[in-house]
């Protein structure tokens, strides 16, 4: 309104402010001015910005058809294009396949992964089950010595184990960790409740709590679905009594339906 053209360095931050509120429209407009005024073409970080704003609000052949258009491919506009199909194969399935075929096109081309890109490829793993790639991954973060210092690809291996059901190799990584905070003790505990070892999640739940982590809402939910699986009243009401004292349950229907779950499944049916 007062007349100022923004710079690429404006664009990149309004598309970073389209991607978290899902404005779609805003950023299809700053995608035609960019690219009507050749900036795609001399400004890679620009690129990728576009190709995240399209991922975040779901546009994800968009995102791809940025990506074709950038002049140089590198690890960031990689990672920011297999992040977007990751992002999305929660939903459906074969978008998580398609997030590995990029990553092995990607290295094809000669492209080393970073940390990053791992974390997006695990998490693919984890969706699609493949217990083959994950595990070469796994391999080469031990070989690059990265499990040491990066909790959160840590997690994501762990995490990657635990829903491909290799849960030895879960708790090995997660022994391993330089650091052990509530998402990685949470993972661990997801999936041990997610192939039906109750007794060893809630056995976890009592390590985490003797090392001094306090659980969130997210632990919270799978030891419920723990209490339900081995029929652990005690531990159940104990838990319900804690999310009652931190005034989480108006707040949350996922935990709120866990508790009901966990008294239903224990034969508390009044409670």
Avoid at 63 to 78: G, K, T
Wanted: hydrophobic share 45%; with cysteine.
């Amino acid at each position: 309104d007062e007349g100022i053209f923004p710079d690429a360095a404006t664009y990149v931050c309004v598309l970073k402010a389209c991607g978290i509120i899902r404005s779609l429209d805003v950023g299809e407009d700053i995608d035609a001015k960019v690219r009507s005024n050749g900036l795609l073409r001399k400004d890679v970080v620009l690129g990728v910005a576009l190709i995240d704003m399209y991922a975040k609000c779901g546009a994800i052949e968009k995102a791809q058809e940025v990506f074709e258009l950038l002049p140089i491919r590198n690890v960031v506009s990689w990672t920011a294009l297999i992040a977007g199909y990751v992002q999305h194969g929660f939903v459906d399935r074969g978008l998580g396949n398609e997030a590995l075929m990029f990553f092995q096109q990607m290295q094809d081309e000669g492209i080393r992964p970073d940390e990053v890109t791992y974390i997006c490829i695990l998490k693919a793993c984890a969706i699609v089950g493949s217990l083959e790639i994950g595990d070469n991954i796994g391999s080469e973060v031990r070989k690059q010595r990265l499990l040491e210092k990066d909790v959160v690809l840590g997690t994501s291996l762990v995490d990657m184990y635990a829903k491909c059901g290799a849960l030895e190799k879960a708790y090995e990584v997660f022994e391993q960790l330089p650091e052990r905070n509530v998402v990685s003790w949470t993972a661990l505990i997801a999936g041990y409740v997610q192939h039906e070892h109750g007794d060893e999640a809630l056995e976890c739940f009592g390590k985490m709590r003797d090392e001094g982590i306090f659980p969130d809402a997210v632990t919270y939910v799978w030891v419920l679905k723990a209490c339900g699986t081995v029929g652990s009243l005690e531990i159940g009401e104990k838990i319900c009594v804690e999310v009652r004292k931190k005034g989480l349950l108006p707040n949350d229907i996922v935990l709120g339906s866990a508790l009901v779950d966990m008294y239903a499944k224990c034969g508390s049916l009044e409670k």
